[in-house]
Nanobody
Framework: VQLQASGGGLVQPGGSLRLSCAAS????????MGWYRQTPGKQRNLVAA???????SYADSVKGRSTLSRDNANNTVYLQVNSLKAEDTAVYYC???????????????WGQGTLVTVSS
């Protein structure tokens, strides 16, 4: 399973960002798909995720100013974060827990990461 992320870059405080992530490969089922973020010296933390049933979860730090949506037909998720703050600066990683065709158990997969810098 490959994850292709797009978006990110330099954004001004108070602005918005939109990240997208498309999963491809021989996918039988996607259980969860979403985004994590990480800053230097810190652990990778959940930003937002969505289950196959459409249940979303958000980190407290972005709740109320973020929306995670998905396009099931294209195995793609979109993360919109508004009212960006300097503390949103991080490398954002796309994530999925998915089962490949011919395999019994799902696995975790990660994208390469995209840097988001919130600065004026």
């Amino acid at each position: 399973v490959q994850l292709q992320a797009s978006g990110g870059g330099l954004v001004q405080p108070g602005g918005s960002l939109r990240l997208s992530c498309a999963a491809s490969g021989s996918i039988a089922r996607i259980n969860v798909m979403g985004w994590y973020r990480q800053t230097p010296g810190k652990q990778r933390n959940l930003v937002a995720a969505i289950t196959s049933g459409g249940i979303t979860s958000y980190a407290d730090s972005v709740k109320g100013r973020s929306t995670l949506s998905r396009d099931n037909a294209n195995n793609t998720v979109y993360l919109q974060v508004n009212s960006l703050k300097a503390e949103d600066t991080a490398v954002y990683y796309c994530y999925t827990n998915a089962r490949r065709n011919g395999y019994l158990r799902p696995q975790d997969y990660w994208g390469q990461g995209t840097l988001v810098t919130v600065s004026s």
